[in-house]
């Protein structure tokens, strides 16, 4: 072959991959073409099938001692992406939180002793967290104290609260049963329990039978909850409770513990299960979550008859949440005295987190996924999947065999409810913005953030104010008149933000448009107000749900350019970033984030206010008799069908968008979702990456395809390219166990550190960086800066004059690592001083 036709051979190979390079570039949407998604019931099946190739991942965090468990050739087929993203807790009914702490059912009265706090409270010290951590999850995770899982950013401030109100790993069984007796002693004395609570031999009696507490204990766990409540059940005993032990499957566990009303009795303790389901920077929202009543997530939610109650937890964490605060130190002085009267109330307690394994098949991807670093395989992880065959095939975990467990309701509190349901259904739906699964940092999605500026001021109550003015053309909605109206001069707000849209396609060909995020707008304040005593459109658990995030909201104007200006009140020094994502005007009309077409959401109202052709009674809100909308029950589906028949045939227009939106247009909206659903046999339609082609619940068995619309506005490359980035990787942290005081020497501390290219996993020794370790006390943070000795290897010196007035006991010691350019990293230590 001559020198030119070399040349010109190699020319041309250099331009067809240049070509396929390009062509691949401006591929829209995900890389994979297809996702298979079905559930096994055992966790050794699913791990077993993904490491033969019978699936490609097994989507569920399985613990230490299960993945330990595995045969060494069967662990080498499989590529192991490992995140602390479980955690443990216990959920108490406090009913009714107040003496003489007596609960009538019927004609028979019960004595709660987890009506008493000091009793709760002292559950933090009967449990013995690092026995949890050792003998259970085989030391693949760590003693929680609160709900912020140690490790993930900005956490380690709501962990000092729970050192200084003395919470150790060992816990003292000792002191715990002492103040448990004591604190029923107190009860007993009381003149409504005179004579009827009393310690008789092994048991304190109610009414001459053992005061009992029935504990819901996951036996679809066996190898961690069941372990976990057998252990608690027993340490409770120790304290003369009967334990009644009900060792129930998730869905009866769940639908008594936070359906049922607390006042029936049913439950006393829960043992939850919570996936991170995000990896995050800032955690008050959590601390609303877990610990506020407000929320919905404590005993009795927001609306049973009788419901937790504090209202200076929810003062304390509305304010947080609604960013009334000038300063970063008044924000944390805030959640912080929040997460502090939460733990002492006790109404919940944090156990432990468990680092979960997620099993990929090694030889069928390309490139790892994207995953989050405290939440683990997610959205992203579908998303960014690059497999040989580009089919991605997907194995859930299910005791039960089902798929998910909750409603597809895209509106109601309670749809979405579950994890598995969120699997499904987040790759079919892009959000206004999200928390990078590497950095946790508020990142624009399909909403891009300009001009986003904070002033705010306190006022003469001492409250904290905006000082921008509102445009008077900014618009809002009436809804007892039902009309959007200027809301006038005068009016000022904290934070406001001019926004631009990436609108595209929904999945049925139809345009994304201003109306959508009008339609939302509108439809949250409707459902949410309740304008006289026969207003059908209203819904009080959604209204405690939205209403705080919807109280932010000062109003909009919709600009000749497309974009909008929106002017809410929140303020949140730490972040900029957070401050523009919680301006962004979107579609979505619940906490979950779907995104819907209107036509599809005004379908669900109508279903609920003015029945279906089915006859069936609907509601945003499960109750008895009543059934919860579902986007893909073929029952639901059909009554959205029939009334999207319905408002296509009587020109139906919503009072919201009279004036931006056409009757034909509308029409067309109608006629695009019917045809959808007669084609696809569901309703959710989407405007994600992937769309669900199909769904057979009697197999369990779900289809995604790949939305390659050419006005997708984001390719195949587009996502892996934004995400790449190092990590920091805290390899060990050499902590002298036992510490004698006497020996006046001064404590060594070794860590030993790596930088990790995400989301490869690939890792090097560190060069450099910043290491700091901090003693934490009852008092103060005492913090040493550690000295680089090479090859990874940092020092740090605590000196002897540091310790040599502390107490006896368990202290912790907080190590923190940052590298210039790498997401930085913290662990927890702990040595015994003596």
Known sequence: MSRKTVILCLLSLIILVSLTTSVLAEVKGPIVDKIYINAKMKEEIGLKDAAEGLTD?????????????????????????????????????????????????????FFNPFAI????????????????????????????????????????????????????PEGNEKKAIEEITEALQEAAALPELQGRLAKQGEWWTFDGEPATINFLIRVDDPQGRLREGEYIASQIEKAGIKVERLLWDRVKCIETSYYSDPADYKWNIYTEGWGAGATRAFWEHIVCQMYAPWYGYMAGGPDSKWHYEN???????????????????????????????????ACRIYVAYQNDYYATNKDAFNNRMCYGLGDGLNEWSLITADTKNKELRVTE????????????????????????????????????????????????????????KTEVDRDEAGEVVGKIPVSPKAIKYDSAKKEWYKVGSGETTMSTGTYTFIFGNFHHG????????????????????????????????????????????????????????????????????????NGSPWVSLSGRYIVLPWEVYEALAELVVTGSASGEVYSFTPSEGVEQVDLLRPSCVADIRAKLVEMKDNSHLPVFLKDYVTVEEAKAGYEAAIKWIDEKGHAFIGNGPFYMEKYDPTTNFIELTAFRDPEYPFTSDYWPSVFATTTVRIDSVDVPAMYLREKKEDMFIKVQVSEVLYPEGTAKIAEGGEVSAMLIT????????AKFLGSGLFEAIIPADAVKDLEDGSYTILISVSIEGAVPASAASSTVIY
Do not use: C
């Open 117 to 168: 706090r000091e009793v709760r409270f002292a559950m933090n010290d009967l449990i013995n967290r690092k026995y949890l951590v050792d003998e259970i999850l085989g030391g693949a995770g760590g003693p929680m104290f609160t709900m912020a899982t140690p490790g993930q950013p900005g956490t380690y401030k709501y962990n000092l609260v729970a050192n200084r109100l003395g919470f150790t």
């Open 57 to 109: 991942i097994f989507f569920w965090g399985v613990s230490g001692p299960t993945i330990m468990g595995l045969a060494q050739a069967t662990r080498d087929k499989l590529d192991i992406y490992t995140v602390p993203s479980g955690s443990w807790s216990l959920n108490f009914n406090p009913v009714p939180n107040a003496a003489p702490y007596i609960v009538k059912v019927e004609d028979k009265e």
């Open 311 to 345: 209202d200076e937890i929810d003062r304390l964490t509305k304010k947080a949440y609604t960013g009334n605060f000038l300063t970063e130190e008044e924000y944390w002085e805030t959640v912080l005295e929040a997460l502090e009267l939460a733990l002492k109330d």
């Open 510 to 581: 139809r345009p994304m448009t201003i109306a959508n995020i009008l339609y939302a707008d509108a439809f949250v304040t409707e459902w949410i107000t309740k304008d006289g005593d026969d207003d059908k459109y209203y819904d009080a658990a959604y209204e405690s749900y939205h209403r705080p995030g919807w109280e932010i909201s000062k109003g909009m104007t919709l600009n000749l350019d497309g974009t909008i200006t929106n002017y809410f009140d929140y303020n949140f020094p730490p972040s900029k970033e957070r401050v523009a994502a």
């Open 397 to 452: 975990f299910s005791a039960k065999g089902a798929l998910f467990m909750s409603a597809w309701d895209p509106i109601g509190t309670e749809g979405f409810n579950d994890v598995y349901s969120l699997v499904i259904a987040q790759p079919l739906f892009d959000r206004a913005s999200f928390e990078s699964p590497a950095s946790a940092i508020a990142t624009p999605w399909r909403v891009i953030p300009h001009d986003v």
């Open 778 to 785: 009852p008092t103060e943070e005492l913090s040493y800066k």
